[in-house]
């Protein structure tokens, strides 16, 4: 309650100073003095944000002990991994709709995907390890990268006819990302885990892949 | 209150910026009004008194009703953020439930497959949650598999949801039961206990699904029933030594464990048949199909063997009258021996070309 009335009390003082923004002469001196991210192209700024969901999604592919995945936490990348899978994994022929009355596929990958990745950071959080909301979602969801790599490679294995030499293939892939994924999401969350008990922390972690990665090796229909 | 006599003051700072010596707010409003859209000079000397009794009213009339609107805005905002707030914050309470060791967790999951015998004194039922949760979600991921692989559909909402629902909602709800027939036969069991003991019992319907998914041999569910009967049976077995140990008279024992024991058992068989019952149609039909697809080719079969035999037989009777000599006798022997041989021969390739076809589909 009591940052709610600062805040408020803050907008309320800053009234007057917003006027004082707009006076003309001292506009110039502002623009030359400080770097203002206001003045920049936007697509500076795009490049910007792109580029720092590019860093992150590196550091899941290389995981060793980094926090800059921990402190500057977003939701872009999540949520890219997220629709990417939802829309791959959905069945795309028409015959296929029709069967499975428009096919609640999409809903599904985007429910599995949000609601698993609640459920693993209050589990986190209620064991007693220190973490915020947010930056546990986003590290579970760059975690995902490894995944829809794997994902990708199996719809293109999935365009040739499938024998059970292929299946072989795709299955190993996606038990490898599988591997991968837990073990990146492991790296990135040890510190926020209570000591004594990682294995409580790690098993909804492990799980919740194993979902995701069951839900792509399924997926036989290119 | 603060909030509304901060905006106040602000608003008469800014006011008092713009028009210098007015100390009436109503009429400095108005005049503000008439300032911004023309000259300021002349807003000022145009600002008549008569004004301040019909206008002026008005205007305060609205400014007051556009406080108390924002006013009743802010407030429910702030009771919105505030039970926001409040939730996240109860997660604190939940703390103590989550209070446990790994190695706790692996002895509680084994101790829910042996029973004890009770006795006079009172078994002991944890209060957590932690594994009661974890065993459901892995239950949820089961039912996911089973459904997959059953081809399941749901006309409305989503696999996922179906499997959430179904087990939340055993889960809620049977405890819920059973903690009111325990209420009212006098056994002393808490509601949290009710729920860790039932969830931990969730451990066997797992082993059961996985095992009868994994290993889905034929269609007399033989395999399924033995693993109803034995680990559906001991986990029962299990929560009902815990209720007898804590419960006094028979009749309250026999209502209480009777109750848990018919939801434990039924929603075992209904998980498996539920979810289940599409492979077994499946393979149903597919049974049924081959049989007729065979069934075709057999009567083919026969046609073509009658007509061969009446072709031999014939040309064998030609011969006969023809050559009429006991060399006749050994060559039709022979003849019809390999005639015999061939058919043979073309119906079991007949035979293995629609097996091989039918793996196909």
Request: proline share 3%; with cysteine.
């Amino acid at each position: 309650m009591a940052d709610v009335e600062f805040h408020d009390r803050e907008i309320m003082n800053d009234v007057p100073l917003e006027g004082d923004i707009t006076v003309p002469g001292l506009k110039t001196q502002y623009e030359d003095q400080e770097i203002s991210t206001l003045d920049e192209p936007v697509r500076e700024t795009i490049m910007r944000d792109v580029k720092a969901v590019g860093t992150k999604f590196w550091h899941v592919l290389y995981p060793k002990q980094s926090s800059s995945l921990l402190k500057e936490w977003d939701l872009w990348g999540p949520l890219i991994l997220c629709v990417f899978l939802a829309m791959m994994l959905q069945g795309s022929t028409e015959e296929l709709n029709k069967m499975r009355d428009g096919g609640p596929q999409f809903a599904e990958v985007f429910v599995i995907y949000w609601v698993g990745a609640v459920i693993v950071t209050l589990n986190i959080k209620l064991l007693g390890g220190n973490i915020s909301f947010f930056q546990s979602i986003c590290v579970l969801g760059y975690c995902v990268c490894p995944l829809a790599i794997s994902l990708i490679i199996c719809r293109i294995i999935l365009i040739a006819s499938q024998t059970t030499a292929l299946f072989v293939v795709r299955f190993i892939i996606v038990v490898i990302a599988f591997g991968w994924s837990t073990f990146a999401s492991t790296a990135f969350l040890t510190d926020c885990h209570p000591p004594n008990r990682k294995a409580l922390a790690i098993y909804p972690i492990f799980l919740f892949y194993f979902v995701i990665s069951w839900l792509i090796i399924s997926h036989t229909h290119s | 209150m603060a909030d509304t006599s901060n905006s106040w003051s602000s608003q008469q700072g800014m006011n008092q910026s713009a028009v210098i010596n007015l100390s009436d707010v109503g009429e400095m409003e108005i005049v503000n009004d008439e300032g911004d859209q023309s000259d300021y000079e002349t807003g000022f000397a145009d600002s008549p008194k008569q004004d301040k009794n019909g206008k002026g009213v008005q205007e305060e009339a609205r400014q007051r009703i556009g406080q108390h609107v924002t006013e009743m805005f802010w407030n429910a905002g702030k009771q919105q953020a505030k039970k926001a707030w409040s939730l996240y914050g109860n997660i604190d309470i939940l703390r103590p439930y989550f209070n446990v060791e790994p190695h706790e967790v692996r002895a509680r999951l084994l101790m829910s497959l042996i029973p004890q015998k009770p006795t006079n004194e009172r078994q002991r039922v944890y209060r957590e949650l932690y594994g009661p949760l974890m065993v459901i979600f892995t239950l949820i991921a089961l039912l996911l598999f089973q459904m997959k692989t059953a081809e399941h559909k749901v006309e409305e909402g989503t696999l996922m949801g179906t499997a959430f629902g179904v087990c939340f909602t055993y889960w809620f709800g049977a405890a819920a039961l059973v903690w009111f027939l325990a209420y009212v036969c006098n056994t002393r069991i808490a509601m949290l206990q009710i729920l860790s003991m039932m969830g931990y019992s969730l451990v066997g319907h797992c082993l059961v699904l996985f095992l009868g998914t994994l290993i889905h041999t034929s269609h007399d569910h033989l395999f399924f029933y033995l693993l109803w009967a034995v680990i559906g049976g001991i986990s029962a077995l299990k929560m009902v030594c815990i209720v007898v140990s804590r419960t006094h008279g028979q009749s309250q024992r026999l209502i209480v464990c009777g109750a848990i024991v018919t939801l434990h058992l039924l929603f075992l068989l209904y998980l498996h048949f539920a979810y289940h019952q599409i492979v077994e149609d499946l393979s149903d039909t597919f049974n049924s199909d081959l049989q007729l697809k065979i069934e075709p080719a057999n009567l083919q079969n026969k046609d073509v063997n009658e007509a061969v035999k009446k072709v031999t037989f014939s040309a064998l009777h030609g011969a006969k009258q023809l050559v009429n000599s006991p060399a006749a006798e050994g060559l039709h022997k022979v003849v019809s021996k390999s005639v015999a041989g061939d058919i043979k021969h073309v119906v079991a390739d007949q035979k293995a070309m629609l097996m091989g076809n039918q793996t196909k589909f």
